[in-house]
């Protein structure tokens, strides 16, 4: 009960319901005041516009927020214009849905924010039709109301956010900091639970997606919101917390562990790795429990649980040599010892959020230059020839567009020609349902149905209780505030909110409300089938065969990765920036490889062409990228020794393995091949290395000189690390372009 509660204070207070507030007060006082005017009959108007305007409210920079929604305000007032002239005249009529339907909704290839301005034109064009407007003169009056309305709901939005600036970047630093606890609980996960290692990686791509979406949202709205006069105090602790989440998400990519390697050494010997996984969900658990406190403004939790649990970490490394006894134990001591040094730097990255959150003194200086910060985001291009490029079959957007266009304006024939009661009921379920993806559609379709069904039989007992209208109208815009508030969390609550919202409308206007449900209930199934069977046989889009743009972007980036980690080794001091841009970059690619491969798995199965191989192409990628992370994280956070030439052949070789993979998928030059005796040579010197400082270390001990010091072990790490991840790169690249050459073969085969 008690968790129950808290889950509720954290809804009540996030900015997802803020934001349904927002929506209420839009149309609460606009009927509250025109009603004590005496001009009662404006009011719906008004509250239409301000209703159509609200999607394109969220978080982010505010200039864009108000940009949106000022763009959204235009486009819902000539959209709906158009539509009520045309009406009376059905092939005009079918010609404006068809335009207006293709050109809206292709909007939406420059990026999520035009894609909710998107939505907004074609619920305009839906609601357009339940307007009943003849003349002239009321047409304009209901077009300019509308306007109106968009115009208040702009005034409620900013000043709400005046009100509570740190709301949404509170939020959104929330869900990534609970994210990441859940995705290092997950990383626990995988360090002993051999057989599940499958399933939980693709549960790790998707968690990965999210987190570099909202680290993408996060960029938006505390890079781009700097004033002249410097950021606040607030500002300063929201930037502080944002980049240890960034640091902390790069130290668990960069330990993706070989998980082979490590069953091989510790066998049947795991319970030395309990201590390191029990740390790794405390510090999950810990990460959670800050994200709510960023909501709760409650205490911070004493942190002795999270160092006893480091201590025990610790000590499991002397337990197993003292168990194992070296020489035989040095490589698996070496393994947690590395373990741990990245599990003391998650620890301090924590211990760094808690200071800011707790206010302490000095917590809240960062530096962080203007021409620095402009490199980390990622800009939406918003020029004509974006739009002009996707003028194309090959074009996912295009494609969708024509396809909602098809579906649309055969809704509309289907209720006219039938004599369908409310066919924009049909319409509005299209447009709602309807994505570029079919299994996301798919998804959507069965939780607008029953979310419907559910708010249906809601709405059908309150009815059978009170027919008392005030009670209709109370609940009508409850459960539309907490509905807008669910629809990005629980579709299904909010279909099921949004269908007993509509209801109670009706029910003020009809007295027959089960007539109402009847229809809502009919109609929302018939525009979920419309939908699904649309995104299947008109012009499908597969994720199997959309995958390849994808693929050949991370390919790209991994081998700027790659060398960006190299020159950060020969020149640290001057490199980092320009490491941390690739970092971000590479991130960002595999985080769309894995969105990529996700939707892969909603399609169905007999579209699912070649899952296995694209499984293994995108774990090797994801694999990549975390060994070179670890590499690039040791480097930073370690005093090494100068990059070697060998580090430089195999790094070359790395290289140029993911740009043969890259041309061969894309049609281009093959490079040429690296002498491989020159690579082997490299890859024994690096090990020798290791090998060398390894026996050192073992007459130091037959000496007596059993205590090693600081600079003796950094040694032996960074030697261990460099060899065996080198080795493992080159190994990984070669896997790599081999399953690339298969699945370039696959799609020839097809063709």
């Given amino acids: 009960m008690k968790e129950k509660l808290k889950q509720l204070e954290l809804f009540l207070k996030s900015s997802n319901f803020d934001r349904g507030i927002r929506l209420g007060v839009a149309i609460v006082v606009p009927f509250g005041l025109l009603y004590l005017l005496g001009y009662l009959q404006y009011a719906p108007a008004v509250v239409v516009g301000a ?115 740190e709301k949404d970047e509170n939020q959104l630093l929330s869900d990534t900091l609970h994210l990441i606890g ?23 791509f998707t968690l990965q997606h999210q987190i570099n979406e909202k680290h993408e949202t996060l960029r938006e709205a505390l890079l781009t919101e700097r004033k002249r006069s410097g950021r606040s105090r607030y500002e300063e602790k929201q930037l502080l917390i944002f980049l240890s989440t ?45 994200s709510e406190l960023l909501i709760q403004n409650d205490d911070i939790p004493n942190k002795n649980l999270l160092l006893e649990a480091l201590s025990k970490a610790n000590d499991s490394i002397t337990d197993y040599i003292e168990a194992v006894q070296l020489p035989e134990a040095r490589e698996g001591a070496l393994v947690l010892k590395n373990l741990y040094d990245y599990q003391e730097q998650l ?24 021409q620095d910060s402009s490199h980390f985001l990622t800009l939406q291009e918003y020029r004509l020839n974006v739009l002009v490029q996707n003028f194309s ?22 209720g006219y020609l039938f004599n369908i009661q409310n066919t924009y009921w049909i319409l509005l379920t299209v447009i709602v349902i309807m994505r570029p993806s079919y299994g996301l559609t798919r998804e959507r379709s069965k939780d607008r149905i029953i979310g419907t069904l559910i708010g249906a039989a809601i709405a059908a007992g309150i009815v059978l209780i009170t027919q008392n209208v005030v009670v209709y109208s109370i609940l009508a815009v409850v459960s539309l505030i907490f509905a807008f508030a669910l629809i990005q969390q629980n579709y299904k609550s909010a279909a099921a909110l949004i269908t007993i919202s509509i209801v109670f409308v009706y029910c003020l206007i009809n007295p027959d409300a089960f007539e109402v449900i009847q229809y809502r209930v009919i109609d929302t199934v018939i525009g979920s089938v419309i939908a699904v069977i649309a995104n299947y046989i008109i012009l499908p889009s ?51 490889l894995n969105a990529a491969f996700q939707r892969l798995t909603q399609d169905p199965k007999s579209k699912q062409k070649e899952f296995q191989l694209i499984y293994e192409i995108v774990t090797l990628n994801q694999t990549m990228i975390s060994a070179i992370a670890s590499i690039g994280n040791f480097i930073i956070n370690h005093k090494t020794t100068p990059a070697s030439e060998d580090f430089n052949v195999l790094v070359k070789k790395i290289a140029n393995t993911l740009q043969r993979a890259y041309d061969r998928l894309d049609h281009t030059e093959i490079h040429k091949k690296l002498d491989e005796d020159t690579v082997d040579d490299a890859q024994e010197k690096l090990m020798g290395k290791y090998h060398k400082l390894s026996n050192l270390r073992d007459e130091n001990i037959k000496k007596g000189h059993t205590e090693i010091d600081t600079e003796t072990l950094h040694g032996l790490q960074e030697a261990y690390l460099i060899a065996n991840h080198m080795n493992w790169l080159k190994s990984l690249s070669e896997s790599l372009k081999k399953a690339t050459e298969r699945y370039q073969a696959s799609l020839v085969i097809e063709q």
Avoid: C
Avoid at 353 to 363: P, S
Avoid at 393 to 414: C, E, G, K
Avoid at 548 to 562: E, I, W
């Fill in 182 to 204: 859940d995705y290092l609980k997950l990383r626990a996960k995988l360090l002993t639970k051999k057989t599940k290692r499958d399933e939980l990686l693709k549960k790790a």
């Fill in 542 to 592: 597969w994720e199997a065969d959309n995958l390849k743009q994808v693929l050949l972007n991370a390919l790209k980036m991994n081998k700027a990765y790659l060398l960006a980690t190299q020159k950060l080794y020969q020149e640290t001091a001057t490199q980092k920036l320009p490491y941390n841009i690739a970092r971000k970059e590479a991130f960002l690619a595999i985080g769309n």
């Fill in 393 to 414: 079959f090959n074009s996912n957007m295009f494609r969708h567009a024509l396809r909602l266009t098809i579906a649309i304006v055969f809704a509309y024939l289907l």
């Fill in 51 to 165: 209703f159509l305007n609200a999607p394109g409210d969220i978080p982010g920079s505010v200039k864009r927020k108000v940009n949106a929604i000022l763009i959204s305000i235009g486009l819902t007032m000539v959209i709906t214009t158009i539509i009520l002239f045309s009406k009376p005249f059905l092939p005009l009529l079918l010609v404006a849905i068809a335009v207006i339907s293709f050109f809206v909704s292709l909007i939406s290839v420059y990026g999520f924010r035009a894609s909710l301005v998107s939505f907004s034109g074609l619920l305009a064009m839906v609601l357009a039709f339940a307007i009943q407007k003849e003349t002239t003169q009321d047409i304009f009056v209901q077009v300019g109301l509308m306007g109106i309305g968009g115009l208040w709901y702009l005034v409620i939005s900013y000043v709400f956010q005046k009100l509570a600036p």
């Fill in 246 to 290: 960034i640091n902390i998400f790069e130290l668990i990519e960069a330990k993706h562990l070989d998980y082979k390697m490590i069953d091989g050494i510790f066998g049947k010997q795991k319970q030395f790795l309990k201590a390191s996984k029990k740390l790794n969900k405390i510090m999950g658990n810990h990460l959670i429990r800050l």
């Fill in 347 to 370: 620890l301090q990255e924590i211990r760094a959020i808690r200071r800011v959150m707790a206010n302490v003194k000095d917590a809240s200086k960062v530096s962080f230059k203007r």
